[in-house]
């Protein structure tokens, strides 16, 4: 199916900023306070699961995985990524990469479920798009 | 480095029961009672992101996900699997792959982070490795 057919779903696009498109996946940015968080979403329809991707789109996802784990990590320089692919309320298959510290407000659990988090001021998720944009190279995407 | 440096973190081999190994991950089962749960882990020494494993062995993981995906998947017919690389407490890189259903008792919300979970029966926990081990036709690891 060709990714022409393929849409954000409305909850990530709400949740989010974009950032821009790698080859497979379309990289979103969380709108939250404490932790610089991506989301990693493959331009296919109808894929809930990693296991539906085909395998060479799945390999592709991986490369996306670690390109952007890289990107948040120099960034960041946190203590540690955590990498979920969950999708229990969005079912659009979604891969997060959070960065996180030893010293943030959850640490060690995990950012999901937990209670709402704090959004991120403008003017801090702007100059985070900025950072992570001109690391992957990436343009705006012209049409939201 | 050769996997022969390798060994399984103390807490994943005491939380966990061995299924055996795929080409790059050794296979383990979370002794939990509520949620069908693998967890993969890649034999390689002093790794804790995916972004460092070298190449060809992040496009090996990925292959064994969807490979113990699909193997979780066709066991219980769950109705989503959740999958995460996270790593906050035990460092030893680990994806976990868990069967979740919408009639689970915590559904929406993630597993991991939750409270202790109950543990499973020995005749039910038996049964699943029996059932995993034969979808994967992997053997008993000799050595524990």
Redesign the interface.
């Known amino acids: 199916m060709p990714s022409s057919e393929w849409s954000l779903h409305p909850q990530l696009e709400n949740d989010t900023s974009a950032v821009g498109d790698l080859p497979l996946c379309r990289v979103l940015a969380m709108n939250v306070a404490d932790y610089p968080w991506l989301i990693l979403v493959p331009r296919r329809p109808a894929i809930?699961?990693?296991?539906d991707?085909e395998?060479a789109d799945?390999?592709r996802?991986?490369?996306e995985?670690?390109l952007a784990?890289?990107a948040l990590?120099d960034i960041t320089r946190c203590d540690?990524?955590?990498?979920?692919?969950?999708?229990?309320?969005v079912?659009q298959l979604h891969v997060h990469i959070v960065a996180?510290w030893k010293s943030d407000p959850?640490?060690?659990?995990?950012v999901?479920?937990?209670s709402a988090q704090r959004k991120g001021n403008p003017a801090a998720s702007a100059y985070f798009l900025g950072e992570i944009r001109d690391r992957f190279g990436l343009p705006l995407i012209p049409s939201r």
């Open positions: 809930t699961e990693i296991a991707l395998p799945a390999a996802l991986m490369e995985i670690a784990s890289r990590k540690k990524l955590n990498i979920a692919a969950i999708g229990n309320v079912p996180r959850l640490w060690p659990k995990p999901w479920g937990a």
